[in-house]
């Protein structure tokens, strides 16, 4: 078995923002993502996935390192201060890296 190393990014944002951070993943050479509603707590408050206009987000994608860290800096500097959101990586490895 032959694996890949790859970072996954994952954002957690307001649902509103979904669209926006699609874009940013889409210049940033972003293949694909997986989005979905998410619910949750901490320094916002609570967060619930039943009303969109007021739910979370996480998408998640797998990028080539090279990749993952320029689109962490443009989400920071693009969107934190105006948004709750939180943006993270980690190491994973694929199987088939030409889908990324």
Known sequence: MNLHPMKRVTIICESILEE????LLHEAGAHGHT???????????????????TANVQIEVILKPSVAE???????????ADYAMVAY???VRVLRPDKF
């Not at 926006?20 to 874009?23: G, I, P, Q, Y």
């Not at 320029?70 to 934190?80: A, G, T, V």
């Open 35 to 53: 989005a979905f509603a998410v619910r949750g707590g901490g320094n916002q408050g609570e967060r619930y996935a039943d009303i969109a206009e």
């Open 70 to 80: 320029p689109l962490l800096q443009r989400l920071q500097s693009e969107l934190f």
């Open 89 to 91: 990586e980690s190491d």
């Open 20 to 23: 926006r951070v699609l874009e």
